[in-house]
């Protein structure tokens, strides 16, 4: 049971141009979204986040964007630059209880070309 | 000065085996995880520790036990190990209260012969 879905394996960018990378969900508890990069022999780190209550987060480079009743997040990377060649985590979490425990997605290769 | 940090990063053991990992944060934070992410990639969460309680544990079997001493380490005992725990086990650790941001561990690739 699959609540948090990256369908794209890999995703290959030139370097200057936009990397898009898609993530949904199918849980509608779910109020806090989380974006985490990996690189080999390393453990994820956190990139980005947000809530519910938003539909666009912006940190320099990376924005993230939600559509709710579309049960859809992205991350938009502008310009993409070769060492953002990771993999990406999308990960959601349901408040309550300061719980906070994400669930993942099985991540989105991203490889950008110079 | 490693935030959270995993021992060994590798383990290569035979069936039947018991093994631990260890994990040590000095983040000062309250809760602490063991996620485990297996052939398909997935991170799934197996535990979840806040101030020495277990709060949360996602049907894993009871083979998996987790040992907090403190609140800054929370090691994950193995017994009985099978082919099918062959995974990378990784440790992480984030405020009770916080904003749900998890710091991770290194990861440990433990191969199961």
């Known amino acids: 049971d699959q609540q948090v879905k990256q369908n794209s394996p890999s995703l290959s960018v030139q370097e200057g141009r936009i990397s898009i990378l898609n993530c949904d969900y199918t849980n509608s508890m779910f109020d806090y979204f989380l974006w985490y990069k990996k690189y080999p022999a390393e453990g994820p780190t956190f990139l980005i986040s947000i809530s519910s209550i938003k539909d666009k987060n912006e940190d320099g480079r990376f924005t993230v964007f939600l559509n709710k009743s579309a049960k859809h997040l992205s991350l938009h990377i502008v310009p993409s630059q070769p060492g953002d060649s990771a993999v990406y985590f999308c990960a959601a979490s349901a408040g309550g209880g300061g719980s906070y425990i994400p669930t993942f997605g099985r991540g989105t290769s991203l490889i950008v070309h110079p | 000065d490693t935030a959270v940090s995993q021992t060994p990063k590798y383990l290569v053991t035979q069936m039947g085996n018991d093994k631990s990992i260890k994990c040590e944060q000095n983040?000062?934070?309250?809760?602490m995880y063991w996620y485990k992410q297996d052939s398909k990639k997935f991170l799934k969460i197996m535990f979840s520790?806040?101030?020495?309680?277990?709060?949360i544990n996602e049907t894993v079997p009871n083979r998996f036990s987790p040992k907090s001493p403190d609140k800054a380490h929370l090691n994950l005992h193995i017994n009985s190990l099978e082919l099918g725990d062959s995974a990378v086990y990784f440790c992480a650790s984030s405020q009770v209260q916080g904003s749900g941001e998890l710091f991770f561990g290194e990861g440990s690739r433990l191969t199961v012969l």
């Open positions: 520790y806040n101030n020495k309680e277990l709060i």
């Open positions: 983040l000062g934070h309250d809760t």
